[in-house]
């Protein structure tokens, strides 16, 4: 069996300005944001950004092609306010294409004999 788990980012992130102001700016609500100071992860990294996200619309299963197409799609409208934002901030697109396989049918083992005991008569 295959898994496979796709997706596009475009993530802005800054010191100056809060997703609130990125928003303002674009006109465009995110699918994510976090301030300076929170924490995440199960190791409670403190953030030194504020973020913004917009992700992908695309099922998971969808090729990295068309999950750019879900984004740029999105955004296209507000490009020019990307990139005047971009001035104060990081812009970056994340492309995520993971794929496992799940093994084949493994056969179960007996486990093997150190060696053969006797009883003692």
Same mark, same amino acid.
Request: aromatic letters at 2%; charged letters at 25%; glycine letters at 8%.
């Given at each position: 069996? *295959? !898994? ?7 993530? =802005? ?22 301030? =300076?100071?929170?924490?995440?992860? %199960? ?20 090729? =990295? ?26 812009? *970056? ?8 396989? %799940?093994?084949? !049918? ?10 053969? !005991?006797?009883? %003692?008569?």
């Amino acid at each position: 069996m *295959e !898994h496979e788990s796709n997706g596009v980012r475009l993530k =802005i992130t800054s010191k100056v300005l809060t997703a609130a102001d990125i928003e303002a700016r674009l006109g465009l609500k995110p699918d994510e944001s976090w301030k =300076i100071g929170e924490t995440t992860g %199960a190791f409670g990294v403190v953030l030194k950004d504020h973020g913004y996200a917009i992700d992908s619309t695309a099922s998971l299963k969808a090729p =990295i092609s068309e999950h750019l197409r879900s984004v740029i799609k999105r955004i296209a409208p507000v490009a020019k306010q990307i990139g005047e934002v971009s001035t104060q901030a990081t812009v *970056e697109m994340i492309c995520r294409g993971l794929q496992s396989h %799940a093994p084949a !049918h493994i056969r179960p083992r007996r486990p093997a004999l150190a060696g053969r !005991h006797r009883r %003692a008569p």
